[in-house]
């Protein structure tokens, strides 16, 4: 158990639709990290946030979104879902968001656009 | 360009077999550099990490990395692999002076008992 946790677990959805993925980092742990990881593209970075500020972007869609709350806790909003957005969305954490801190990664949300 | 490259993306070894997993990078600056484990079904975690000190670094189960700093590389050796070590193996780059971490597209390793 690394400490960050996701919710749902799972999600199933259709075409058009908007959800919203949740992450709890660690205790402490300053910076939110999201990923997205499908069997053809890997593990692609999204966005990271550090103590409520976006710090940097990745290959992020302009139809999702991100957030990081006072509590630190993050939510990921992914809207007018396609079927290719169908993938495992992985939250990380880390103390301070730099580039030589450990990642800890949560257990992942699985969604499934039909 | 900031990259990291893994020359395998899937790897096949018998139980006992030695592995090494490429793993080639590039990145401006002094970088730390990272190996995460994904076994099946689970969401990914730390093999090892090399920040300064000893290019070789050791990890758990029995893994460890080497630091080649003149080649950019830092690739993954285990003497003697179990099924166990069945996983998708990732390396990741971060600059000590960013916020950046790349990763790479991951080697995925099956090994047959």
């Known amino acids: 158990d690394s400490g960050v946790t996701q919710t749902p677990k799972h999600l199933i959805t259709a075409t058009g639709q908007r959800v919203t993925l949740r992450c709890s980092p660690r205790?402490?742990?300053?910076?939110v990290y999201w990923y997205q990881q499908s069997l053809d593209q890997g593990l692609q970075f999204l966005i990271q946030?550090?103590?409520?500020?976006?710090?940097a972007k990745g290959n992020i869609l302009e139809r999702f979104s991100a957030q990081q709350f006072p509590d630190l806790h993050s939510e990921l909003n992914l809207s007018s879902l396609e079927l290719g957005d169908s993938a495992l969305y992985f939250c990380?954490?880390?103390?301070?968001?730099?580039?030589?801190?450990?990642?800890?990664f949560g257990p992942g949300t699985r969604l499934t656009v039909l | 360009a900031q990259s990291v490259s893994q020359h395998n993306h899937h790897v096949i070894l018998s139980e006992a077999a030695s592995l090494e997993l490429g793993c080639n990078y590039s990145?401006?600056?002094?970088?730390?550099l990272f190996w995460y484990v994904q076994y099946p079904g689970q969401h990914l975690q730390l093999l090892l990490k090399y920040f300064s000190g000893d290019p070789l670094v050791k990890g758990i189960k029995g893994f460890e990395a080497e630091f080649i700093k003149s080649k950019f590389s830092f690739n993954l050796r285990k003497p003697s692999v179990q099924w166990s070590d069945t996983a998708e193996y990732f390396c990741?780059?971060?600059?000590?002076?960013?916020?950046?971490?790349?990763f790479g597209a991951g080697t995925r390793l099956f090994v047959k008992a």
């Open positions: 990741a780059v971060g600059g000590t002076g960013g916020f950046k971490t790349i």
């Open positions: 990380a954490s880390s103390v301070e968001g730099r580039g030589g801190n450990e990642q800890f």
């Open positions: 205790s402490g742990d300053l910076s």
């Open positions: 946030y550090y103590n409520g500020e976006e710090r």
């Open positions: 990145y401006g600056g002094t970088v730390n």
